[in-house]
Antibody, heavy 119, light 109 residues
């Protein structure tokens, strides 16, 4: 079955840019939506945004000014960039797949990567 | 933006039934998903489109959705069901946002 693996730096300083990659294996990025979802320690899930395999994106309004999500179909990867991070961006970051079409769930999730922002 | 309301915690004895609610304005018109998250693990889909179960999820997990409340029901609760449970909808009335509830901690007594 499809596997998602997040990768990237685990420690950032305030004002730096968070850059994460989600590599999809045993499946294709084509025909799906790919979301990034984060979870601060001890708190709930927050949807950051998605990219469709076609390149179309949509973001959480609370993060829209700082977020870029992109897809590389040749590498079967999805990327997240979050600018000007602060301690409030410290969280576990997950990538998740959602099939195209209405009312579809996040059916596969990566194991997540912990990102800490600290000076 | 659309808001989903969940109780912070639910406690249930083994073998009994746990009901976790997810409130939202006319949520009955939306499709609701439920995810289970155990400590240190990624969320796992347990119910989608209000009441469907992915393969591998026990029949003890069921869902319903009507009016302003969706409900996840766990029958014959087991110790292994202790986890956080999140409801989620796709808000296509508001720029296609994915919305999560705050989560409910289910404790098995």
């Amino acid at each position: 079955q499809v596997q998602l693996q997040e990768s990237g730096p685990g420690l950032l300083k305030p004002s730096e840019t968070l850059s994460l990659t989600c590599t999809v294996s045993r499946g294709s990025v084509n025909f799906y939506y790919w979301s990034w979802i984060r979870q601060p320690p001890g708190k709930g899930l927050e949807w950051i945004g998605y990219v469709h395999y076609s390149g179309r994106t949509n973001y959480n309004p609370s993060l829209r000014s700082r977020v870029t999500i992109s897809v590389d179909t040749s590498k079967n990867q999805v990327s997240l960039e979050l600018d000007s991070v602060t301690a409030a961006d410290t969280a576990m970051y997950y990538c998740a797949r959602r099939p195209s079409g209405n009312n579809q769930p996040f059916d596969y999730w990566g194991q997540g990567i912990m990102v800490t922002v600290s000076s | 933006s659309y808001v989903l309301t969940q109780p912070p915690s639910v406690s249930v004895a083994p073998g009994q039934t746990a009901r976790i609610t997810c409130g939202g304005n006319n949520i009955g018109t939306k499709s609701v998903q439920w995810y289970q998250q155990k400590p240190g693990q990624a969320p796992v889909l347990v119910v989608y489109d209000d009441s469907d179960r992915p393969s591998g999820i026990p029949e003890r997990f069921s869902g319903s959705n009507s009016g302003n409340t969706a409900t996840l029901t766990i029958s014959r609760v087991e110790a292994g069901d202790e986890a956080d449970y999140y409801c989620q909808v796709w808000d296509n009335n508001n720029d296609h946002q994915e919305i999560f509830g705050i989560g409910t901690k289910v404790t098995v007594l």
